[in-house]
Nanobody, 125 residues
Framework: QVQLVESGGGSVQAGGSLKLSCVVS????????MGWYRQAPGKERELVSH???????SYAASVKGRFTISQDTDKNTLYLQMNSLKTEDTAVYYC???????????????????WGQGTQVTVSS
């Protein structure tokens, strides 16, 4: 069973920066992508950023230009650099792994197979 352990959350003032890390307990070849989700109180969980096994990145419109996702395959670690933080970025941030696997007999990339426990990010004004 793959395990994902996030770290780097905390409290920061608006305009500040934080860098989240997620260490994954399995070899890279089994993963086809990874991402960061967040959930604020009273709101639905949303995808913040995603990176494929080929390195293609994507971002939610609300964080584009401020957040940067990256990965170090040697260290089996995913990162999220968050700059120019806003109060609306306050949420629990989750690391998520997509894995190769069979779905109805087809070998494909299965999204959101494993989730971390989450790390709290609080941005104050």
């Amino acid at each position: 069973q793959v395990q994902l352990v996030e770290s780097g959350g905390g409290s920061v003032q608006a305009g500040g920066s934080l860098k989240l890390s997620c260490v994954v307990s399995e070899i890279t070849l089994t993963r086809c992508g990874m991402g960061w989700y967040r959930q604020a109180p009273g709101k639905e969980r949303e995808l913040v950023s995603h990176i494929t096994w080929q390195g293609t990145t994507s971002y939610a419109a609300s964080v584009k230009g401020r957040f940067t996702i990256s990965q170090d395959t040697d260290k089996n670690t995913l990162y999220l650099q968050m700059n120019s933080l806003k109060t609306e970025d306050t949420a629990v941030y989750y690391c998520v792994a997509d894995r190769w696997g069979y779905v109805s007999g087809t070998y494909t990339c299965r999204a959101g197979v494993a989730w971390g426990q989450g790390t709290q990010v609080t941005v104050s004004s």
